[in-house]
Nanobody
């Protein structure tokens, strides 16, 4: 079993910044991918960013240049730094860990970008 505990989230004004963190625990193989996905109302869950245990990052085009994903492997923790936030970034953000084709998910936290 893998548990993912998220922190951060909340309400931020357009143009503002937000930093999320997610700590994984349980049965975690050293080779894995951690990341963040989001789901806006009436839309499918979509990729925000992922990062491998080797440090290779991947970003959705919609957030590229505004978002930085990082991780601390010894703590199995992933971070998401979000800058220049836009109203369209409003969504529930979910932490994810993938290993051996198995996905584990955090509970999700709402991020609202509004003036």
């Amino acid at each position: 079993q893998v548990q993912l505990v998220e922190s951060g989230g909340g309400v931020v004004q357009p143009g503002g910044s937000l930093r999320r963190s997610c700590a994984a625990s349980g049965s975690i193989f050293r080779l894995n991918v951690m990341g963040w996905y989001r789901q806006a109302p009436e839309k499918q869950r979509e990729l925000v960013a992922t990062i491998t245990s080797g440090g290779s990052a991947n970003y959705a085009d919609s957030v590229k240049g505004r978002v930085t994903i990082s991780r601390e492997n010894d703590k199995n923790t992933v971070f998401l730094q979000m800058n220049s936030l836009k109203p369209e970034d409003t969504a529930v953000y979910y932490c994810n860990l993938a290993q051996f084709g198995i996905n584990s998910w955090g509970k999700g936290t709402l991020v609202t970008v509004s003036s």
